[in-house]
């Protein structure tokens, strides 16, 4: 016969590490004696007692009284003839003697919105295909290249009804155009926004109900399995959004589950996020910390995701996150830092490296906060990656600035590589830029429409050149010009323009070219990768830079050289010092006619090959073929002369010599 919670079951719960919690709590299909039904169980230490309510028992809460396992506060019932697609909740009467009705916390569907019951699911049954990419992303070492593509699946694209409305795509009309889409333009990965089960469109999925449900706004959770398959046979990774940080206060939900605060802290001064609405999970609580790890684990698990994206991290670190003093409660060493919080993470990130060594898990965290990367032996969180909002908000500033201002602000675009390899660091332009009265990429940018679009080629050019990993938000790829809304398509029209197609052929190219040069990634995190050439002529706000490989693992591979001129001034004749003389290939100009822009540098009033000439005390005006080499075999620094078009990167390559 089937069993329920074991006893060994209930004293890993109590102790916070029983991280397949996801296969013993809600409701779960399972015949008994020959006799098909379901069985259930939840968390509800605190409540007088707990009914299962459905279609199938006309939602009557005298009927399925559950019985309590004393040792876990665990609430069980099977009950005969429920099946899969039943509708259910849970009629909690709780400490306080009030009876609420609530989804299970572990149910793996619901019902879409506005309808919140749980629906009996059974996640057993799809066939997966994608068993070689699971292999290769075991072996996969992280130096890789990793150029992510952020999405919110209910804006990216919709489809025109007859009564002038739109409708989401569904998961498989999704893979149908979404991943020939990504794949066409040479992406790594998604990042998928709004997954886990939600009741408000407008909260892009960051309010989260259903922890261990996808949401039903695309299909059934077969659907999601076989959307996440078919990216893998198509070569893509899928990163989620994961809230571990806070949720709602909807009264189906966690919030006072039992009747008590049983998922989040008790004191509103720990316990809230006032200008978000939403309830702070309780890191102190073991069984709310092995509900959270069980749920990274069982995305990874059940639905083979290639990691999370823990969102607001910097809220669960610091008590007087957004808090004015007296709002908050400082920790037992007077401190501003939620120890519980810090602890919770750092087991995340264990749990998580020991049963998907693979995974990459990726901190949101906008504070300076030391080691979100270092591992936990060292006295890190244990992170993969962090998001670098310094980059980020700092560029925005810069590239936003009337050019003439740009040679003041130098700091702006330079002070990222002060502290680039402190840790292993993602560079996002991110939903976050693009909403609330923010613009869209494009518009953030000065001047008439030619001159918008040239710079945010300019500006993903440096993106994809920094130290770094990378992720663009949906839109931004093509010049989406109105401020995203999670309630409409994205503008698709607007690649009827030649200007917006010329920029999505640009990122295209931009992104492939990432790929194939492993100059561009192997390195990333060491400082061994990046040598500045010009980083002080600020008058002109021109700035140039080395790129390196890997030389053990990529001894072919070539160093690149990428120059950047962020005035509207075409600079001629140019000098730049490189550290080998010899010949360059211009291989990339953001200004080049295919890409929309007009043509004014190297490559079109100067030769495709420029040739650095050495510089060595006794280099003659009439050597026109000097050796690349001292006679020691050192190699010899050279001088480029370039004409850089305004406004735009030039990216050279030197070519090998027999």
């Not at 979100?372 to 670098?388: E, I, M, P, Q, S």
């Amino acid at each position: 016969m089937p069993v329920g919670l074991s006893d060994f079951d209930s004293y890993l719960f109590g102790i916070g590490q029983h991280y397949e919690l996801y296969e013993k709590l809600g409701a779960r299909p399972q015949a008994r004696d020959g006799v098909e039904g379901t069985y259930f169980a939840v968390w509800a230490p605190h409540a007088r007692h707990v009914a299962v309510v459905g279609n199938f028992n006309g939602w009557n809460p005298a009927e399925h009284v559950m019985a309590r396992l004393e040792n876990a506060g665990v609430h069980e019932l099977w009950i005969a003839g429920v099946a899969s697609g039943d509708l259910y909740k849970y009629a909690v009467t709780g400490a306080d003697g009030e009876q609420q009705m609530k989804c299970d916390p572990m149910g793996f569907a619901m019902e879409l919105r506005p309808a919140n019951a749980s629906i009996v699911s059974d996640l057993d049954g799809y066939t997966w295909g994608d068993a070689g990419w699971v292999q290769a992303r075991a072996e996969q070492p992280w130096a890789e290249a990793m150029n992510i593509y952020e999405v919110h699946p209910g804006s990216w694209k919709r489809i025109s009804q007859d009564d002038d409305e739109e409708r989401l795509f569904s998961w498989h009309e999704l893979a149908q155009e979404l991943i020939p889409y990504v794949a066409d333009l040479g992406y790594t990965h998604i990042e998928l926004m709004g997954v886990a089960e939600h009741p408000l469109d407008a909260s892009w999925g960051y309010q989260v109900v259903g922890y261990y449900a996808p949401t039903a706004r695309h299909g059934s959770p077969h659907d999601f399995m076989a959307f996440v398959d078919a990216c893998h046979r198509a070569g893509i990774g899928v990163i989620l959004d994961w809230v571990p940080a806070h949720f709602p206060r909807d009264a189906h939900g966690l919030a006072r589950f039992d009747g008590t605060s049983l998922y989040e802290y008790a004191d509103p001064r720990v316990g809230e996020h006032r200008e978000w609405g939403t309830k702070v999970f309780d890191y102190g609580s073991p069984q709310v910390r092995n509900f959270l790890v069980a749920n990274a684990l069982f995305w990874l698990d059940r639905y083979h995701v290639d990691g999370l994206r823990v969102d607001a991290v910097a809220s669960m670190l610091y008590l007087d996150y957004n808090r004015e003093e007296g709002q908050w409660i400082r920790n037992k060493h007077g401190g501003r830092e939620n120890l519980e919080a810090i602890e919770f993470l750092k087991e995340l990130n264990e749990t998580v490296s020991r049963y998907r060594p693979d995974a990459l898990m990726i901190a949101e965290e906008s504070t300076a906060f030391a080691g979100v990367t270092h591992g936990v032996d060292g006295g890190g969180l244990g992170f993969r990656f962090k998001w670098n909002m310094g980059w980020m908000n700092d560029t925005l500033r810069y590239m936003a600035l009337d050019p003439v201002h740009r040679s003041a602000n130098a700091n702006l675009i330079t002070f990222s590589m002060v502290y680039a390899y402190s840790e292993n660091y993602l560079l996002a332009l991110s939903h976050d830029e693009f909403v609330h009265g923010k613009g869209s990429l494009v518009s953030k940018m000065q001047g008439d429409a030619f001159w918008r679009l040239a710079q945010v080629r300019l500006y993903l050019g440096w993106q994809l050149a920094h130290p770094g990993k990378q992720l663009l938000f949906m839109g931004s790829e093509f010049g989406q010009e109105r401020e995203w809304s999670e309630a409409r398509s994205l503008d698709w029209h607007l690649l009827e323009e030649p200007g917006h197609r010329t920029l999505l052929d640009y990122v295209r190219t931009l992104n492939h070219f990432y790929r194939a040069q492993p100059a561009c990634w192997s390195l990333d995190a060491d400082p061994k990768g990046f040598r500045w050439l010009v980083v002080d002529d600020h008058a002109h706000s021109v700035y140039a830079f080395v790129r390196e490989a890997d030389a053990e693992r990529f001894p072919e591979a070539s160093m690149l050289v990428f120059a950047f001129n962020f005035t509207p001034v075409k600079r001629t004749d140019y000098a730049l010092t490189v550290p080998v003389s010899g010949e360059y290939e211009i291989v990339l100009d953001s200004d080049a006619a295919a890409f929309g822009g007009a043509a004014q540098g190297a490559a079109s009033d100067a030769p495709a090959v420029v040739h650095a000439k050495p510089l060595q005390k006794d280099t003659s005006p009439t050597n026109e073929a000097p050796s690349s080499t001292a006679d020691d075999g050192e190699p010899v620094s050279g001088v480029l002369r370039l004409n850089l078009p305004p406004l735009a990167m030039l990216v050279l390559r030197r070519r090998a010599t027999d």
